[in-house]
Structure formats: structure tokens, C-alpha cells
């Protein structure tokens, strides 16, 4: 008789994985982007590509169907001046000729290579047939589809245009529509923040930070004051010049805010605003609230950021934090006092409590700042200009010294073409006529007759051989020939 034994065991729990152990951790480092390079080498400037755009390769094109250009033939359509700057004074004939085949993209302007690509579109740097300059040309990714995207794309340009020139502001020069797409020529940049940032050393860079803020604040002053507010400040829409100075670029959701409250929500739609980075997006924009402080809060983000080599969250509970004001203390220790301080304002959730532009300007410790940061953007930028001068002056010198000859300077003639000597088996094919018929010595004592193995002997020793014992025979029967009719 068997008795059942009831074993009971203790249930053990499972060990947590530890990458949900750290779930908690919405914020992270951020990571090495591999370079860009494209077919060229990318804006008006040059953007930055898609965070998305190193993962996979584009899928090909499918194969079930005919391309549409087959279909529907394209016909070049002759382009359209967008901007005042165009319309006023539209390129002469000498340079555009509306007649031509040839785009009025690639009439007026050489392309010198792509600077960056994106779900935007492209851009090129490009040469000025009219003036020689360089600018940069943004195209639009695609064609227009309707009426509704090409009015989106052309109140981007109008705005632009719209904004008075400043120092920390992209210039811009013109804009087209030509073939369904839009072109925007802007002046020329080095790179986007984004990717200067990305290309730095990982680990924080508080002085840099301090720079990027002045430059950036100085900027949305110029546009807040003449009732103009950004709604998608972030690093990819910032650009560099060579000495190191901040543009604010990319003005796609430019937005008056010069109208009431209710003019505003009528013109401003939640589809227009979804249409900004969710990442560096204030909170109230949600609400269909949009005013300047929109733009102190993503300001704030993009600081935040660059300041700390931290990626920011597109969602979850790291974007609910930032949101609600608490900075990530793992990433933010490292910062002074000032900064930490500073952002803590910069990210207040209530848009009623953040300072404006003009508060934060006047702040002891930016005031300082931006003191420095003037006087070190007037030194680099009078270096640069000292630099081009002096290789202009060497480069004019030595063309003007090559075009007179001094006689106390060395004079460089190209020297003549001259004919190398000819070797032992040339010069002994190159024998007179004379001397083959009065040779009477036999091959062996013949200059022209070499040994195998002299190293003289041509490759094409033989053919010479042959040729030039055929003319001896014919020789020979000529002399005997004649002799015989004397005879």
C-alpha cells in the first residue's frame, strides 16, 4: 500500500532582467551617430539627417508597375519667383534663358556637392553663376501633392523673408518653385548643432552650453520682438559658421503672435503643431496655447541636452518628467549652480512663470557670459577675414609676378619637347641608301646583324631584320640588272 506524500516547495521568485531593473532610467547618454556622407561628401544651410536614417537602406523600388514618369511624361515647367528678391530683380539672359532644356536650378546656379539630407528634403551647396558666391539650396523632398502642401511650403519661405537680417538669424537670399518642388537659397553654414554636438567628445561641455544660450537668446529676442515666435527650436534647426557663430534656421512653423488669443487658436491648427519635434515641444502647446514661452521651454530642452550629452526622451515617463519641471539629478550634477538654476526657470511647466527673453538676458550670470562670448565671435571671425585676405594678397602676387618678367627674378619657361637619342639598333635601320649598296662585308661584319643576346636588340628586331634584308636582295638584283645591260 502506497501513501501519497504531499511535498510542498517554496516558491522561489524570478530574477528581473536588469534591463527592466533600470526601466526607471528614461534619460541616457547619448549615443556616437556615424558620419553623413553622401554621394558628394550635406540649408540652407546644412542640416543634420534623420536620427532614423542609419538603421536600414532604403527598400527598392517595386517592379509590379511602371514608373509614373512613363505613365505621365514629365515636361520641364518653367519656374516661379516666390520672393520680393526674385521678382524685383529676376537673373538676366546671359545667365537664364527660359528657352533652354536646362532647369533654371542648374542654369544659375553649379552644384558643388549635397550637404545633408533629410525627411525635409536636401540640400546643396551651390556656386552663383551671376556673382560667383557660394550659398546654400534647400530643395523640397518631394513634389507638391495638393494645393494645401504647396501653400505650407511657400508660407515657409514667405516667412523667412518676412524676418529682418540679424546676426544669429540664417540670411535669406531667394526662393523658387520649379517642377512641383521648392528651392530655397539661403547663405552658406559649416553644420548643423546637432551634428557638432554629436562630433565632440562624449561627457559634458558647460562653457559651450553657456555659448550656445547667448547666441540662441539673442536670437529668439529678434524674432519676439517683432511679434514672431519659432515653435521648433532644436539643435538639427541650428546652424554653425566657421567662426563658430549660431543660426537660427528652419522657420516651416513660424507663427504671429502680434493677433488675440482667439485669432491665434483659429489659425493655428493641432495638426500644424504635431508637426514639430515632440521632444523639445512645450507642454502647453498640447492645450493650443502658443506664445514666446513655447519657445523659452524648448530652448531650455535643447540646453539641457547639449549640456549634458543626454538623449531626450520622445515619450514615456522621462518626457513626463521634464515636463513637470524635475531635471534628471544623474545627468545634471555635474553643471554649476548658475546652469542648473537657469534651466530649472527655462523649464517651469506653467507658462505664466518662465521668463521671457529679455528677463533671462538680464541675468548677472548670462549678462557675463554673453559679454565673453561677444568678444571671443569678434576675434574669431576678424582671424578668418585677416586669413582670407592674406591667401587672396599671395594668390594675386603670384599671378602678377608670373605675368612680369624682372630681371633680377628667375624666369620658369616651360621647357621645349626635344627627341630622345635614338638607340644603336635605330640608328643602324636609319642607314643610307648608299651605304647599302656599297656595303660589301658579309652579315657578320654588319653593324645592323647583333647577337640574340645583346641587350640592345629591339622587340621588334626581327620585323627590322626581314625589311631591311629584303631591300639588300633588291638591291643586289638592281646592281646585277644594270650591269648586265651594260654589258
Same mark, same amino acid.
Given at each position: =500500500?502506497?501513501v501519497?506524500? +504531499?511535498?510542498?516547495t517554496?516558491?522561489?521568485?524570478r530574477? &528581473?532582467?536588469?534591463?527592466?531593473s533600470?526601466?526607471?532610467q528614461s534619460?541616457?547618454?547619448k549615443k556616437?551617430?556615424f558620419?553623413?556622407?553622401s554621394a558628394?561628401t550635406?540649408?540652407?544651410?546644412c542640416s543634420s539627417p534623420?536620427?532614423?536614417?542609419y @538603421?536600414?537602406?532604403?527598400?527598392p523600388?517595386s517592379k509590379?508597375?511602371?514608373?509614373?514618369?512613363?505613365m505621365?511624361?514629365?515636361?520641364?515647367?518653367?519656374w516661379?519667383p516666390l520672393?520680393? $528678391?526674385l521678382s524685383k530683380?529676376?537673373?538676366p539672359?546671359?545667365?537664364?534663358?527660359p528657352? *533652354?532644356?536646362t532647369?533654371y536650378?542648374?542654369q544659375?546656379f553649379?552644384?558643388?556637392?549635397l550637404?545633408?539630407?533629410g525627411s525635409?528634403?536636401?540640400v546643396?551647396?551651390?556656386? !552663383?553663376n551671376?556673382?560667383g558666391? /557660394?550659398?546654400?539650396v534647400?530643395r523640397?523632398a518631394?513634389r507638391?501633392?495638393?494645393?494645401?502642401e504647396?501653400?505650407?511650403s511657400?508660407?515657409?519661405?514667405r516667412?523667412?523673408?518676412?524676418i529682418?537680417?540679424h546676426?544669429h538669424v540664417?540670411?535669406f537670399?531667394?526662393?523658387? +518653385?520649379e517642377?512641383?518642388?521648392?528651392?530655397?537659397?539661403t547663405?552658406l @553654414?559649416?553644420t548643423?548643432?546637432?551634428?557638432?554636438?554629436? !562630433?565632440?567628445?562624449?561627457?559634458p561641455d558647460?562653457?559651450a552650453?553657456?555659448g550656445?544660450? @547667448?547666441d540662441?537668446l539673442?536670437a529668439?529676442q529678434?524674432?519676439?520682438?517683432?511679434?514672431f515666435v519659432?515653435l521648433?527650436l *532644436?539643435?538639427?534647426n541650428v546652424?554653425i559658421?566657421?567662426?563658430g557663430r549660431?543660426k537660427l534656421?528652419?522657420?516651416?512653423l513660424?507663427f504671429e503672435v502680434?493677433?488675440?488669443g482667439?485669432?491665434?487658436?483659429?489659425?493655428?491648427?493641432?495638426?500644424d503643431v504635431?508637426e514639430?519635434?515632440?521632444?523639445y =515641444?512645450?507642454? +502647453?502647446?498640447?492645450?493650443g496655447?502658443?506664445?514666446p514661452a513655447?519657445?523659452?521651454f524648448?530652448l531650455g530642452?535643447?540646453?539641457?541636452e547639449?549640456a549634458c550629452?543626454?538623449e531626450?526622451?520622445?515619450?514615456?515617463?522621462?518626457?513626463q518628467?521634464?515636463?513637470?519641471?524635475?531635471l534628471?539629478s544623474?545627468f545634471?550634477?555635474?553643471l554649476?549652480?548658475?546652469l542648473?538654476?537657469v534651466?530649472r526657470? =527655462?523649464?517651469?511647466p506653467e507658462?505664466?512663470?518662465r521668463?521671457?527673453i529679455?528677463q533671462?538676458l538680464?541675468?548677472? @550670470?548670462v549678462r557675463?557670459?554673453?559679454w565673453?562670448?561677444?568678444i571671443?565671435?569678434?576675434?574669431a571671425?576678424t =582671424?578668418?577675414t585677416?586669413v582670407s585676405?592674406c591667401?587672396?594678397v599671395?594668390?594675386f602676387?603670384c599671378?602678377?609676378? %608670373? #605675368?612680369v618678367r /624682372?630681371?633680377?627674378?628667375?624666369?620658369?619657361?616651360?621647357p621645349?619637347?626635344?627627341?630622345?637619342?635614338?638607340?644603336?639598333?635605330?640608328?643602324d635601320v636609319t642607314l643610307?641608301?648608299? $651605304?647599302?649598296h656599297?656595303?660589301?662585308g658579309?652579315?657578320?661584319?654588319?653593324g645592323?646583324?647583333l647577337?640574340h %643576346?645583346?641587350?640592345?636588340?629591339?622587340?621588334?628586331?626581327?620585323?627590322r631584320y626581314?625589311?631591311? !634584308?629584303r631591300?639588300r &636582295?633588291? #638591291?643586289q638584283?638592281?646592281?646585277? *640588272?644594270?650591269?648586265?645591260?651594260?654589258?
Amino acid at each position: =500500500m502506497s501513501v501519497a506524500v +504531499e511535498t510542498t516547495t517554496s516558491r522561489v521568485p524570478r530574477p &528581473i532582467p536588469a534591463h527592466l531593473s533600470h526601466a526607471e532610467q528614461s534619460f541616457s547618454l547619448k549615443k556616437r551617430r556615424f558620419p553623413f556622407s553622401s554621394a558628394s561628401t550635406s540649408s540652407a544651410s546644412c542640416s543634420s539627417p534623420p536620427r532614423g536614417s542609419y @538603421c536600414l537602406p532604403p527598400l527598392p523600388p517595386s517592379k509590379g508597375y511602371p514608373p509614373l514618369s512613363r505613365m505621365f511624361p514629365q515636361h520641364q515647367s518653367p519656374w516661379t519667383p516666390l520672393s520680393d $528678391s526674385l521678382s524685383k530683380s529676376p537673373p538676366p539672359s546671359s545667365v537664364y534663358d527660359p528657352s *533652354k532644356q536646362t532647369s533654371y536650378f542648374g542654369q544659375c546656379f553649379t552644384n558643388l556637392g549635397l550637404l545633408g539630407r533629410g525627411s525635409f528634403g536636401e540640400v546643396y551647396k551651390v556656386q !552663383n553663376n551671376k556673382d560667383g558666391r /557660394l550659398y546654400a539650396v534647400k530643395r523640397s523632398a518631394q513634389r507638391f501633392r495638393g494645393n494645401g502642401e504647396r501653400q505650407r511650403s511657400v508660407k515657409e519661405a514667405r516667412n523667412h523673408e518676412r524676418i529682418c537680417p540679424h546676426p544669429h538669424v540664417l540670411d535669406f537670399v531667394a526662393a523658387w +518653385e520649379e517642377s512641383g518642388r521648392l528651392y530655397i537659397q539661403t547663405e552658406l @553654414c559649416s553644420t548643423s548643432l546637432l551634428l557638432h554636438a554629436e !562630433n565632440k567628445p562624449p561627457g559634458p561641455d558647460e562653457p559651450a552650453a553657456w555659448g550656445y544660450l @547667448c547666441d540662441l537668446l539673442s536670437a529668439l529676442q529678434h524674432l519676439h520682438s517683432h511679434g514672431f515666435v519659432h515653435l521648433d527650436l *532644436k539643435p538639427a534647426n541650428v546652424l554653425i559658421t566657421d567662426s563658430g557663430r549660431l543660426k537660427l534656421g528652419d522657420f516651416g512653423l513660424l507663427f504671429e503672435v502680434n493677433q488675440t488669443g482667439a485669432e491665434s487658436k483659429n489659425r493655428k491648427t493641432k495638426e500644424d503643431v504635431q508637426e514639430g519635434d515632440p521632444r523639445y =515641444m512645450a507642454p +502647453e502647446l498640447l492645450r493650443g496655447e502658443y506664445g514666446p514661452a513655447a519657445d523659452v521651454f524648448s530652448l531650455g530642452v535643447s540646453i539641457l541636452e547639449l549640456a549634458c550629452n543626454l538623449e531626450v526622451p520622445n515619450g514615456g515617463e522621462g518626457w513626463q518628467q521634464l515636463r513637470q519641471g524635475h531635471l534628471p539629478s544623474e545627468f545634471t550634477n555635474g553643471l554649476s549652480v548658475e546652469l542648473q538654476s537657469v534651466l530649472r526657470m =527655462m523649464l517651469d511647466p506653467e507658462p505664466n512663470e518662465r521668463p521671457t527673453i529679455s528677463q533671462l538676458l538680464a541675468l548677472p @550670470c548670462v549678462r557675463k557670459r554673453r559679454w565673453k562670448r561677444r568678444i571671443y565671435l569678434m576675434v574669431a571671425e576678424t =582671424m578668418l577675414t585677416v586669413v582670407s585676405f592674406c591667401q587672396f594678397v599671395v594668390c594675386f602676387g603670384c599671378k602678377l609676378l %608670373s #605675368s612680369v618678367r /624682372l630681371p633680377f627674378l628667375p624666369c620658369w619657361s616651360k621647357p621645349e619637347p626635344c627627341t630622345p637619342p635614338k638607340d644603336s639598333w635605330d640608328r643602324d635601320v636609319t642607314l643610307s641608301l648608299s $651605304s647599302l649598296h656599297n656595303d660589301p662585308g658579309s652579315p657578320e661584319d654588319d653593324g645592323v646583324f647583333l647577337h640574340h %643576346s645583346d641587350p640592345e636588340l629591339s622587340p621588334t628586331f626581327s620585323n627590322r631584320y626581314r625589311l631591311i !634584308n629584303r631591300f639588300r &636582295i633588291k #638591291s643586289q638584283r638592281y646592281q646585277n *640588272k644594270v650591269i648586265i645591260i651594260r654589258e
